[in-house]
């Protein structure tokens, strides 16, 4: 129950249009697994650390400072935004395997 608040807090904050929110909302709910499943935060941070990272450096690679995000977060689809659900999961679940095998 603690992981779907949070979750839920986690896309509440950032204020995006709904497929937005359920994209955020999955991403948190995601990390608040890998938080429990792995005994610590240092696999959510990762997380967090390699998304944030992809943004600076599309960021950077196209020059147009955070218009880009905010022109995206505007124009979110249903479409991206199962993509987005899709790999947030697929990503969790490969971090936790890796986690398994290291134990």
Do not use: Q
């Amino acid at each position: 129950m603690s992981i779907a608040i949070t979750g839920v807090l986690f896309g509440l904050v950032h204020a995006l249009p709904l497929e937005g929110f359920v994209a955020i909302t999955t991403f948190g709910l995601v990390a608040g697994w890998l938080t429990i499943r792995t005994g610590g935060l240092e696999a959510a941070i990762a997380l967090h650390v390699l998304n944030n990272v992809t943004f600076f450096l599309v960021d950077a690679a196209t020059g147009r400072g955070d218009k880009w995000v905010t022109e995206l977060n505007k124009d979110v689809t249903w479409t991206a935004t199962a993509f987005d659900v899709v790999l947030n999961v697929l990503y969790g679940v490969i971090i936790a395997m890796l986690y398994a095998r290291r134990k």
